[in-house]
């Protein structure tokens, strides 16, 4: 059962100088995500699943300290994507080099130690002896946000080192030198936002952040604006009856799409990748509705 909520004015109190862009420490990253994972995972019916994520997650964090560099950006093409109003990290453009081949192999490597389901089991070893014309053709797809459905498994492995491969890439960006490139678009590598989140940091008082859906770049938003479109007309707010109002989905009645916001100002321990999982019950009620899901998560593949 749903609440209708209009829009919570932007709180006015301690002004604050927040940072455009905030980059992920891919050291870190994963092994948030999945302790917040297991903590869903301990009182949800989805206990299975999202204990097998979480072991995703952790194969992701195992594999960062041992992987090659990555080579991002030349300063010159940074430069020159600033100027054009682009992200540096060229999503369209990645090719399927050493290191990401080393990536794919180790996150591979280290998810086959995982306890699965049979069928997670054979897509994993399918995914595994694909040639590097068919896994090129997968990093393409997972990028493109173009999956087919009878592969759809197969790709969440992929999609699993790609967000492994862009953390490291944004991680050796400069915040400085971002600049906004769209609403609903990352400006580190241009994917899509899984959610939005309200923070309290000593320089980011009430502010809003996107998360990005693929390098986990967080970026600055104005409040009360769809994450997808940009309108500010029509936005409105739904949540479960009887849930603790940290996690809402945004609506927007011009495009008629939704992106959850989450109040991490009122939960730290909110992480945006997990808690769109586990909040999997408010996208199960927002389909009952006119809205559609806008925000991208590869772990909800299928849903």
Avoid at 266 to 271: H, L, N, P, Q, T
Wanted: aromatic share 6%.
């Amino acid at each position: 059962m749903s609440a209708n909520l209009q829009p919570d004015p932007t709180a006015i109190g301690n002004l604050s100088t927040p940072p455009f862009a905030v980059l992920p420490d891919p050291a870190t990253l994963f092994a948030a995500r999945a302790a917040r994972l297991r903590a869903y995972a301990a009182v949800s019916p989805m206990a299975a699943y999202l204990s097998f994520v979480a072991g995703l997650v952790d194969a992701q964090a195992a594999i960062v300290p041992s992987l090659p560099p990555v080579n991002g950006p030349n300063a010159e093409a940074v430069e020159r994507a600033s100027g054009f109003g682009m992200p540096p990290l060229d999503r369209p453009g990645l090719k399927l080099d050493d290191t990401l081949e080393a990536t794919l192999d180790a996150l591979f490597d280290a998810s086959a130690r995982l306890a699965m389901p049979q069928e997670a089991e054979a897509a994993l070893t399918r995914v595994r002896l694909a040639d590097g014309t068919e896994r090129a053709q997968m990093v393409r797809d997972v990028l493109a946000h173009d999956l087919p459905m009878e592969t759809l498994a197969e790709h969440v492995y992929v999609a699993s080192a790609l967000q492994v491969h862009f953390a490291r890439l944004a991680a050796g960006l400069d915040a400085k030198k971002l600049v906004p490139v769209g609403d609903g678009v990352c400006p580190a590598c241009g994917g899509p936002p899984v959610a939005s989140l309200i923070v309290e940091w000593p320089n980011a008082h009430g502010n809003r952040f996107c998360a990005c859906s693929l390098c986990s770049t967080l970026w600055n938003y104005v409040r009360i604006r769809c994450c997808s479109c940009g309108s500010t007309k029509g936005i409105g707010y739904q949540e479960i009856e009887g849930s603790p109002g940290t996690i809402k989905a945004e609506t927007c009645d011009e495009c008629r799409t939704y992106v959850k916001v989450m109040y991490q100002n009122k939960d730290v321990a909110i992480e945006p990748m997990a808690d769109d999982i586990g909040s999997l019950g408010l996208d199960l009620m927002m389909r009952e509705g006119p809205y559609r899901r806008a925000a991208f998560n590869a772990f909800l593949l299928g849903y």
